[in-house]
């Protein structure tokens, strides 16, 4: 519906000095048709200044045309209601005093998502009831594209309600929606539904089982449990293996907080598993379907290859080579420089007579250990450590730096191994610090957590066992760890400026792990309890190290990524070394990964060339679902494919139990000039709805002074005006 009217936008000054031009003008045009003897033309040409002037003394008023417009259509108000998992949680009613049994906030919300409770509001209104995040979208709730898509499918929207526990987990911020709303002066009325207070639960937040195990060795789970129980208690977890085992395991769930602990489970057979960690439910808890996380492991042999380069056949040497050699899941080379001897010291099997300086033959090498040995005469070349470098970060092995008296490991310092070594030591003391009396190694706060330093089955027995290990009588001229290193040994006694002497530090360096070994008393371990803390503790640091290398591997590739236990929403590193059919690196080739979620979303991943001299590969993925993915790696070059799978934790981003966020509809109500009512006040939120205005009329002004026709008549009356006086004989 349209109206058009006229209007002047005239002040008294601007009114007088119309009236007086006009009087004037008058007045002169009578005076100059007189003079001329009341000509004709004359009275024209007068009357024509007269209606200029009028016409000017019109526009120095500002007239105006007006046109309003009424929107004929009725305005509408949309109900929209949550309908995410997480309204099925039972807390509404929870901070209520009585008797009420608590309602899910899905029941709460029903009332307003019937047609008849509005029938009040339908009279003057078109009330649209629109349930949001059903069916395949209750895994997400998107609250910002639920107030995009009301406004865009309706033009005459006045109002929307929205009735959720403003629990949002996908899409963009609801409030970018509201501000829109805002310019538009259409206001959210936001229901409140659900408790502010977490229901009493006890949550397995996380249960990181490794991607695979080794038959007849332990395997460490770490867990989390998450408690919002007001007391702590005492639960016994329950692990359920697929082939019928049963491991039980006593932990102290902390109140109001976190606990994290682990559970040893020693496989025997070698095969694909699933294990399941069960959390029993409190009396008090509410919420009972998140207590158990089920995980596939695979369980396999190991034949992981160890070369150990040493100068002197020292103590530390000897034991360890043993250690090693008698482990049966470890395949063990060792090179004796034995500086003085024409040849390389050995003579079994065990040794080699040279270092490996092919890249396919040093590339079998899972882990390195560098014993006293350097950049010295007949020892280590700078090519050596150079590959050496490159087996580690583009090859992910494991690198182990144990000196000694000789001191030989200072002249690495400026060489290609310079950057991997996790400490910095002192070239003034180059053969260290020795004592008569024996220190002993003090556990640091990461330490203790560690695999590493596992050397009993539980935290306590664990410290004891440190404690009484025998001591050691030298150690490295370390002056301080460097920066991005974890220190899980330090010297009990021995400081300096920056604190306790680190003795055994650890480090991240490209794909693979770098240990540094401070002392050389670790054999000494085995006095009064043979090869049970010596062996325990070198086989956990070659598994360690070489876990992540051998996570897939085939006759030409290899395939790992980091982090070992990714969560859902976050980004994984993929790594991959391919082979040439020759057994060469390959330098460049077409190399892609072909992911499958769970749901069978499928995402092919083309990998880039990260280290073309050891056929190094990379790329990145990001996992939006938890559960197994199942991993193909595919080479064109050398038309091998790998297959493997890759678990990602979590769970499912709308949770039960979890609390309601009233400030985030409060704040799409403060935004959009709106309010926020309690779900149980049917009758508040009706007559907030049925108060909303009616839709304002749209104004179109036209300024009729300063449109171009009006200019344009105006120029050409002038310009009449100017023929005219010519015509007349006036110019």
């Known amino acids: ?10 002040t008294p000054l601007s009114l007088v000095i119309s009236i007086t031009a006009m009087v004037v003008v008058c007045v002169l045009s009578w005076l100059a048709w007189k003079r001329s003897g009341y000509r004709s033309p004359v009275l024209a040409l007068e009357s024509l200044r007269v209606l200029l002037v009028g016409f000017a003394v019109l526009l120095l008023n500002q007239p105006e045309s007006i046109e309003e417009f009424r929107p004929t259509e009725r305005p509408a108000v949309v109900i929209l209601g949550d309908q995410s998992a997480s309204m099925d949680t039972q807390d509404v009613g929870l901070g209520d005093s009585g008797s009420t049994p608590l309602l899910t906030r899905r029941k709460a919300i029903e009332p307003l998502l019937d047609s008849a409770t509005w029938d009040d509001v339908a009279e003057k209104m078109e009330v649209i009831v629109t349930p949001f995040a059903t069916g ?41 929606a509201a501000m829109r709303l805002r310019l538009e002066q259409i206001p959210i009325f936001g229901v409140s539904v659900g408790s502010q207070s977490r229901l009493p639960d006890l949550d397995l937040l996380s249960f990181d089982v490794p991607t695979f195990g080794v038959a007849g060795k332990n395997v460490r789970i770490p867990f989390t449990i998450e408690s919002s129980l007001p007391r702590d208690h005492v639960a016994q977890v329950e692990l359920q293996v697929s082939d019928g085992t049963k491991i039980k395991h006593q932990v102290r769930v902390a109140a109001m907080g976190r606990t994290s602990d682990a559970i040893i489970w020693k496989p025997e057979l070698v095969g694909d598993y699933s294990l399941k960690l069960i959390v029993p439910p409190h009396p008090e808890e509410r919420v009972s379907d998140n207590n158990d996380k089920v995980t596939p492991i695979a369980v396999r042999e190991e034949k992981l290859k160890v ?55 040093l590339s079998q090498y899972d882990v390195v250990f560098l014993g006293d040995v350097g950049m010295e005469e007949g ?30 490991l200072l002249s690495i310092v400026d060489s290609p191994l310079d950057p991997l070594l996790p400490v910095l030591l002192d070239a003034s003391q180059p053969t260290g610090w020795g004592s008569r009396t024996p220190s002993h190694f003090a556990l640091t706060e990461l330490g203790r957590r560690s695999l590493l330093t596992k050397l009993a089955d539980t935290q306590d027995e664990n410290m004891q066992v440190w404690e009484s290990l025998p001591g050691f009588q030298w150690h490295a001229p370390v002056v301080r760890a460097k920066a991005g290193t974890d220190v899980l040994c330090v010297h009990q006694e021995s400081s300096n400026e920056y604190g306790r002497v680190p003795l055994l530090v650890t480090r991240t360096f490209g794909a693979g792990k770098v240990l540094f070994m401070g002392t050389d008393g670790a054999w000494r371990w085995r006095r009064g309890v043979e090869d049970l803390y010596h062996y325990r503790f070198w086989g956990q640091v070659v598994r360690w190290m070489a876990y992540q290398r051998n996570m897939a591997k085939g006759e030409m590739m290899r395939f790992y990524y980091s982090p070992e236990q990714p969560q859902v929403r976050q980004t994984v590193a993929l790594s991959a070394n391919v082979m040439e059919k020759s057994g060469e690196p390959l330098s460049q080739g077409n190399v892609s990964v072909r992911i499958v979620a769970p749901s069978g979303r499928t995402e092919t991943v083309q990998m880039t060339s990260s280290g073309s001299e050891w056929g190094a590969f990379a790329g990145v993925f990001t996992a939006s679902e938890p559960g197994p ?54 009758t508040q939120i009706i007559k907030a709805v049925s108060q909303v205005p009616e839709p304002p009329s749209e104004i179109r002004r036209v300024q009729l002074w300063s449109h171009p026709a009006i200019a344009a008549t105006l120029v050409l009356l002038l310009g009449l005006f100017w023929v005219g006086r010519k015509m007349v004989g006036l110019i």
């Open 379 to 408: 020892e280590l070349t700078e090519e050596q450590c150079r590959l050496l470098k490159g087996l580690v970060e583009q090859q992910a092995s494991g690198l182990v730096f144990m000196p000694g008296l000789q001191g030989n």
């Open 629 to 682: 993915h199942e991993v193909t790696l595919r080479c064109k070059e050398n038309g091998s494919e790998l297959q493997t799978s890759l678990f990602v934790q979590g769970s499912m981003l709308e949770q039960l139990g979890k609390p309601a966020r009233p400030e985030v509809l409060e704040e799409l109500a403060r935004v959009t000039r709106g309010q926020v009512i309690r779900s149980n006040d049917i």
């Open 1 to 10: 519906m349209t109206e058009t009217n006229f209007a002047f936008q005239w």
């Open 307 to 361: 070369l150990v380069v040493e100068s002197m056949p020292r103590w530390e040497y000897r034991y360890l080579r043993n250690a090693l050699s008698r482990d049966p899941g470890v395949e063990v080379s060792c090179l004796l420089f034995h500086p003085g001897l024409e040849k390389v010291g050995g003579g079994n099997r065990d040794y080699i007579q040279a270092f490996p300086d092919e890249l396919e033959e």
């Open 136 to 176: 395949d979208e209750s895994a997400r709730s998107n609250l910002h594209e639920a107030i995009r898509k009301a406004r865009s499918e309706h033009d005459n929207l006045r109002a929307i309600v929205l009735a959720s526990d403003g629990d949002w987990n996908d899409g963009l911020p609801p409030v970018q």
